[in-house]
């Protein structure tokens, strides 16, 4: 297919693509990325700004993305919107890459940054369509081909193994413990490096989005990250003034590791502080159970209430699977919901300093209403100091 562009030079042929999925469902579009195929869960992405950061989110391992926002790609790519330090999503789907980027940080084009990192992307297909099939029948094993073999793409999607069961935090985690320093991004002056004084965070990479540790260092933490299956024991022996449980790929209910250190942690009761996969192992390491959801949420504008104060805080959020609020145990208060399906957005325990979130406050991409989470994780350091 000839598309016209300024942006790709020469390069205006675009190989055709085929976007399969489990249901036998065939989508037929153009290859904007690596060639090839790959094969995962599809989910549909609701975020209108922030492609690069979803792309380079460890939570999305195994996920392709297909973003319902019609026009991707049109403010290019630059080296510092990134959530860590290479590309995770499986695959990307979008309706269409305009043919010419506008950024003043822009330094690469979305088809050469998808060729450059090996990720497999199709584009010029129906997002609208995909997504109410998703929502109607549920995320599912899909696969995205170069070329037309129509038979070989519907049969990968179909073997694709799902989720469940899947332990894909210790995979994407840092395999060695690393001090952290850097700060957020501001205009003019790009990642800041904050002065680091007032508490030690030991924060377990399960696929940590670097925003997360950004916001922590600006509010004068001190880190240290520390690979998924660390030992609590090791944990300890730093010294830390609290824990950061971060978010990660796959099914908690596969990290047993993690979940076991939390129970060492619970008891010797030093600040916690959950996010995401964060919140589902502190979950199990409490006894309540996690489940694997229809769709889960996946975008930068969704609804969650604080039941205490009645406030509203619009979200971003990346999750597949939830905990199931009605298992968890008498010493967990809820604190927030969602206002699209009442799921659990968050619980703190009454007993000990741990709470957690299952959205994102560290947004990137996303509002940034619910950043307030942070000082609440400050504040219990603060009173245990
Ligand atoms: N962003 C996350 O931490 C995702 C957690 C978990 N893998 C889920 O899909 O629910």
Redesign the pocket.
């Known amino acids: 297919m000839t598309l016209p562009s300024h942006i790709f030079g020469e390069n205006t042929e675009f190989p055709t693509a085929i976007l399969a999925l489990a249901d036998g469902t065939v989508f037929k579009g153009i290859s904007i990325g690596a060639n090839g195929h790959t094969v995962a869960e599809l989910v549909f992405n609701t975020s209108m700004t922030g492609f690069q950061e979803i792309l380079t ?1 460890p ?1 999305y391992s195994q996920q392709i993305v297909s973003f319902t926002y019609p026009h991707v790609g049109n403010t290019g790519v630059n080296k510092e919107d990134v959530e860590s330090f290479k590309t995770h999503a499986a695959g990307m789907v979008i309706r269409n890459c305009p043919d010419r980027i506008s950024n003043f940080r822009a330094t690469q084009s979305l088809p050469a940054y998808l060729k450059e990192n090996g990720i497999v992307a199709i584009s010029e297909v129906d997002t609208r369509k995909i997504t109410r099939l998703l929502r109607e029948k549920g995320a599912q094993g899909a696969c995205i081909l170069v070329g037309d073999d129509v038979e070989k793409a519907l049969e990968l999607a179909r073997g694709y193994q799902g ?1 469940q069961g899947q332990d ?2 210790s995979q994407v985690s840092r395999q060695q413990t690393e001090n952290w320093t850097e700060g957020t991004w501001q205009l003019g002056q790009g990642y800041t490096q904050p002065n680091q004084t007032s508490y030690h965070v030991v924060a377990y990479d ?2 940590v ?1 670097s925003n997360i540790l950004r916001i922590l260092a600006d509010k004068g933490c001190r880190l240290t990250v520390v690979p998924a299956t660390t030992p609590a024991e090791d944990v300890l022996a730093l010294n830390p003034d609290g824990v950061f449980l ?7 209910s596969a990290c047993g590791y993690a979940v076991e250190a939390v129970k060492t942690l619970l008891d010797k009761k030093i600040p916690l502080f959950g ?4 919140q ?1 192992i502190l979950a199990q390491a409490i006894g309540a159970k ?1 489940l694997k ?1 229809k769709t ?1 949420h996946h975008g930068d504008n969704h609804p969650v209430k604080d039941v205490q104060t009645g406030r509203v805080y619009i979200t971003a959020q ?5 905990v199931d609020a009605d298992t968890l145990p008498a010493n967990a208060r809820v604190t927030h919901v969602s206002l699209f399906d009442g799921t659990l957005q968050g619980f703190e325990l009454t007993d000990r300093p741990a709470f957690c979130f ?1 959205g ?1 406050p560290e947004a990137s991409p996303g509002p940034h209403d619910i950043i307030v989470l942070f000082d609440k994780f400050i504040s219990q350091m603060a009173q245990q100091k």
């Open positions: 989110d939570s989720m894909l935090a399960f696929g989005k971060a978010n990660g790929p796959g099914d908690p996010i995401c996969l964060g589902q996690t959801m889960g990346n999750h597949g699977f939830a299952q994102h």
